[in-house]
């Protein structure tokens, strides 16, 4: 980024810090503060800048009302003693460089969260903790809102900026409310405007697909040849070929841009299909990124990739270990948030900087370690007699230093010489050639240099495999090294022939590989940042989320020209103009499918606009064309049966795999645990969790718990692999459900259990999938659930048995699509009564007749405290009752 781009992008940065940081706590807490000027987003706009002013009001009206949701919550928030507050020496005023104890979360277990400040986290100064954001409206408290500006590695001191100035008092706390680095990121974007190539594409009203460009005539088959290997499309259906190609065709145009959409249904085959178009599109170099809303969905495309090419390069050498080279694939972002395991860390940025660095290095590095070796093979005789004098020496000194005793120096053969000194630089040696090998792009070494690299690694084997060999003759081999290598064809013994023909090969390798590797544009080991520049710039397809791929706008590297955005309706079109404007962008693929999860939007006023909506969601909206997979791979068809009828319109076939009977796995007894039912729970109570803000049903909680237990006695009979799912809208029944299973399976192998919210399962898929829909009132009221695209993925993420639990009354009076859901249930005879199943049904009775008595106990005004002389404070009751509440359900199940 220029100079002048770069101040453009601090100024307005640091006009979006100033406006959050200016808020007042009536302002942060007032929905109305924003809600006359955020207008709904239209479908289609006059200008760039009405496209990009539509998004700006939204963006700081969600950053308002997420700020206010934090704050609401702040008791539970992590928090750190102020340890020191001072003044910084910045030249910009009201920056404060803050020392702070170790973070603490005041009802974690341990004491302390894992939490760890970022740039970005916003706190809250205050003198004291609060319990509620109407301990902060009292008289005389101090408090105010800070960013985050910088933090020193592995320091406490961190450097944050504030509204107004700050007097430090003793007994201050710094409480963790949010990160705004993607908000931050956002709002750049939609103020420096860059390269807006594909942004005019998709704004105008009247945008219309462009089939073909006029001036190219590109076709499928000619663009691939030579270099795509036609076997990656063999495990593709028809729907997936097609997309593959279009997509492909597009991508060639060079005088006009293109957004291409690939339409992917639950279990359609969409990684699958996005892996093999990234490999095409690697085979014929072009420089792509590759993003995705979260940090999960990078991480699985970047390990689908990486699969593919480990599957179609592996190089093996001649002492059977092999590798593979990766440096074409690059992913960067926080190894913590992306949890980079060791499967997947030879692409992250992190570890390939450190591994180019170390063979960069004076010491460890390519240059010493292939001069060392050289030296080694020419010159070990001359060496070997200076360690024989040095040897000498030190025991004539030892001798003078102790007359009385006498020693007898053992002077070591010329073999066991070599052999130690082999053995100390050809690990280096072979090590900095395979991270080369791994992390250095072939086409940036070229093909040359890289089988020599190959060769040398067999040359190191086979002369560690000569050195070592038993019938080794010292003296032979010190007359055989004595020669040059030119003369070694004069040795008579056999294996000294072997032996000098290896060295003088690797002789010459190493020297031409030294003159070959000067040549080349490697950066300075001492500048990590020219490393990560050459690892940016050297990369064709990078992996980031899409608020990380703001910091590719800072990279100094030949352009990106294509972009290929997974989960596309999942994100909000706001932060997809991140990548799409990052320089030399000419085409994009968005890849989704905006009939499952959108974004999540917290602010009801920002929903209403269309602040949520995605560009792929709006594109399909505007009847872009989409290239639908119409294949499912996933559900057995009495699972699939639903959701392809009411979201797809029946358009999604069954593969062959799901409609095999082998498919249709039976793992309880009893008609109510096939493929797919609806269990009926009658009796069940829906409740607010201790914060009011999300609901429970431990009747259901009781039911899932039975049914898990079950599941896991069957299984210790049969020992199959099995994996369950357990599913429910509501954070508090997941999290009653997980408190109860108590990680009880979480180390077995071969039967898993995870608890997950609909919304952090998308994307996932197990062989049994229990959902539990909480709710249970005589209203029909369903907030949230009722929302076809959370329906749908609750629906499909199931492979062999899918069973609802649910109250059919509330659902049904919903008018929403849960109602159809039932009356669907039942014409396929897939509805069933929970007590129907004796165990279910003493389940629900034990588990609602301790509720019942537990409601009688907790209730102030019961008979039981009538006579009482002291009073029963709500937030004890409350905090009892659910403790009672988790030991029913344990006693019950």
Known sequence: ??????????????????????????????????????????????????????????????????????????????????????ESTSDENRVYDVIVGPWKKQYSKRGRDDYDTLPGDLFLLVDGKPESVSDLKCVGRTWALAMVKSKEDGSTS??????????????????????????????????VHRNLDIIKEIIYPDFKVKENCNICSFGYDNILSPKFDPHLL???????????????????????????QIWGPPGTGKTLTVGVLLFILLQMKQRTLTCAPTNVATLQLASRMLSLVRESSKTTIACGDSF????????FGSKERLEVGTEIEEIHLEHRVKRIAECLGPVTGWKHCIRSMIDLLENCVSEYYSFIENEFMKDKQLRNENEDKRTMLEIKSFSAFVQERFNSLAPSLRRCILTFCTHIPRNFMGESIFQNMISLLDNISSLESLLFHKNLVSEELEDLFNLKPSQD???????????????????????????????????????????????FQSASVIFCTTSSSYKLHAVNMEPLNILVIDEAAQLKEAESTIPLQLPGMKHAILIGDERQLPAMVNSNVCIESGFGRSLFDRLSFLGHSKHLLNVQYRMHPSISCFPNLKFYQKQILDAQNVLSESFGKRYLSGPMFGSYSFINVIGGKEERDDDGRSRRNMVEV???????KNLYRAWQDSQKKLT????????????SIQEKLAHK??????????????????????????????RSNIHGSLGFISSPQRTNVALTRARHCLWILGNERTLTNSESIWKDLVSDARKRHCFFDADADECLKMTIIGTKKKLEQLDDLVNGNSVLFEHAKWKVCDCIVTKLYHYAVSCIVLHVC
């Not at 919210?757 to 829909?773: A, W």
Request: aromatic share 8%.
């Open 158 to 191: 961190i450097r944050v900026k504030t509204a107004q100035p700050i007097e430090f008092q003793d007994g201050m706390l710094a409480v963790f409310l949010m990160n705004v680095t993607s908000q931050k990121r956002i709002w750049n974007s939609l103020h």
């Open 702 to 708: 009781s039911i899932v718990i039975k049914i898990v």
């Open 324 to 331: 593979c080279s990766v440096g074409d694939l690059l992913l």
């Open 234 to 260: 063999l495990n593709l259906n028809e729907s997936q070929k097609t997309a593959v190609r279009e997509a492909l065709c597009k991508t060639q145009c060079c005088h006009t841009s293109s957004v291409e």
């Open 489 to 535: 064809d004069f040795v008579k013994s056999r294996e000294m022939s072997s032996m000098g023909s290896i060295r003088a090969m690797s002789l010459s390798v190493l020297r031409t590989l030294q003159i070959s590797l000067e040549g080349l544009a490697l950066p300075c080991f001492s500048n990590k940042y020219a490393i990560k520049q050459f690892c």
């Open 1 to 86: 980024m220029e100079k002048g781009s770069l101040g453009v992008v601090e100024h307005h940065e640091d006009e979006f810090t100033k406006m959050i940081l200016s808020w007042s706590l009536d302002d942060i807490l007032n929905e109305d503060l924003y809600k006359n000027k955020v207008q709904s987003i239209p479908l289609t706009f006059e200008s760039e800048e009405h496209y990009f002013g539509s998004f700006v009001y939204p963006l700081l009206e969600e950053a308002r009302s997420e700020l206010a949701s934090s704050m609401e919550i702040m008791h539970r928030a992590p928090f750190a003693d102020m340890l020191s507050f001072n």
């Open 745 to 774: 399976y979480e180390k077995l192998d071969g039967f898993s259990v995870k608890v997950k919210s609909i919304d952090g399962f998308q994307g996932g898929e197990e062989d049994i999938i229990i959902l539990s829909t909480v």
């Open 724 to 735: 369950i799912g357990v599913v429910s809208p509501y954070a508090a029944q997941v999290a």
